[in-house]
């Protein structure tokens, strides 16, 4: 599968309730290469900035964010890239690197420009 993420945009349909995560956090990716980074917003998180490397349709990231409440928390997460209703999906088991490290999981979908 050779799929560009560079420049998309991606919203949350489902998280663990452990998750800062939720449907009004916006993430917008870019790509050059292997390597992949995004920075996200909305809803529980003030700011957060990720980095990755694609391998196939896999990517490795870790993650940091400010979160409403003033935190901030990191983590690590493995993500599979597929493709439903012509829309990218990145289905995402991650884990906390702080708090109680505890995992979860994650289902983002491409958000398309009209």
């Given at each position: 599968m050779n799929i560009n993420l560079n420049?998309?945009?991606?919203?949350?349909?489902?998280?663990?309730?452990?998750?800062?995560?939720?449907?009004?956090?916006?993430?917008?990716?870019?790509q050059e290469g292997d390597k992949i980074w995004a920075?996200?917003?909305g809803g529980n998180i003030e700011l957060g900035t990720l980095i990755g490397k694609l391998n196939d349709n896999k990517i490795i990231l870790i993650y940091q964010q400010l979160n409403l409440k003033g935190e901030f928390l990191t983590g690590v997460c493995n993500t599979e890239i597929t493709i439903k209703n012509?829309?990218?999906?990145?289905?995402?088991k991650w884990?906390?690197?702080?708090?109680?490290?505890?995992?979860?999981?994650?289902?983002?979908?491409?958000?398309?420009?009209?």
């Open positions: 420049n998309k945009k991606f919203k949350a349909l489902d998280n663990s309730s452990n998750g800062d995560v939720t449907a009004d956090t916006i993430f917008h990716y870019r920075s996200y917003a012509e829309k990218i999906q990145l289905n995402e884990q906390w690197t702080c708090k109680d490290y505890s995992k979860g999981d994650s289902l983002l979908e491409e958000i398309k420009s009209s």
